[in-house]
């Protein structure tokens, strides 16, 4: 099956700072990528995410690049703010219609004022 | 705009005992999807369900079931509960139509096993 690694488990930059947080995918046939953020208690919330036909995607301050050569995918925060401050989670499936999702382990972001 | 609905939000069962957790999809969704969350990890694929009919199954003990009912609700079935079993459960739903693969998740139920 599929395996998601994600880096680092702990991100801490400073408020307007960029943050990059990278994620590895093991399953080739793999065509779909979220990004999701979460906070303490709350659900996931998706906040981009890019699919294998697409190699940069970008939403105001978030963007997604995918490198499906070496199966690898990461998500840059430019200007960073306090609300920022979360645990950010990638993820991976085949992208079909009810395919579940793998997740990676998490980065928790922290923004300092 | 309409979101995933959860019930219950909070669920507290003793060990052996079963539970049953009710997700309502998004209008128009047909797709659900059921995960597991325990504490500080990420979550977990159980199994998921398009038009009534069991789609793909990820790491779902025997001891739980589910199923989609015609107006797309899911309920997810818990029998012989174990402390390991408390989690946050989360119901995700997404539309078949489009490229599919967005899921949009519910505010989960918070199961305790004592």
């Known amino acids: 099956g599929e395996n998601v690694e994600q880096h680092p488990s702990t991100l801490s930059v400073q408020e307007g700072d960029s943050a990059v947080i990278k994620c590895t995918y093991s399953?080739?046939?793999?065509?779909?990528f979220p990004w999701y953020k979460q906070e303490l208690g709350k659900r996931p919330q998706l906040i981009i995410d890019?699919?294998?036909?697409?190699g940069e995607k970008k939403d105001q301050r978030i963007a997604v690049t995918l490198n499906k050569t070496a199966k690898h995918f990461s998500l840059h925060i430019t200007e960073t703010q306090p609300e920022d401050s979360a645990v950010y989670f990638c993820?991976?499936?085949?992208?079909?219609?009810?395919?579940?999702?793998?997740f990676g382990k998490g980065t928790h972001l922290i923004i300092q004022p | 705009a309409a979101g995933v609905i959860q019930s219950p939000r909070h669920l507290i069962k003793e060990k052996r005992e079963t539970a049953t957790l009710k997700c309502y999809p998004i209008?128009?969704?047909?797709?659900v999807y059921w995960y597991q969350q325990g504490p500080g990890q990420d979550p977990q694929f159980l199994i998921s369900?398009?038009?009534?009919?069991?789609?793909d199954k990820g790491s779902i003990p025997d001891r739980f079931s589910a199923q989609q009912f015609s107006d797309y609700h899911s309920e997810l079935n818990m029998s012989s509960l174990e402390l390991g079993d408390s989690a946050l459960y989360f119901c995700a739903s997404s539309p078949r139509t489009g490229l599919g693969g967005e899921q949009f998740f519910g505010p989960g139920t918070r199961l305790t096993v004592l």
């Open positions: 399953d080739s046939a793999s065509n779909y």
């Open positions: 993820a991976a499936s085949l992208g079909g219609g009810a395919d579940g999702l793998t």
């Open positions: 890019i699919r294998s036909n697409v």
């Open positions: 209008p128009r969704h047909d797709t």
């Open positions: 369900f398009y038009e009534k009919m069991q789609s």
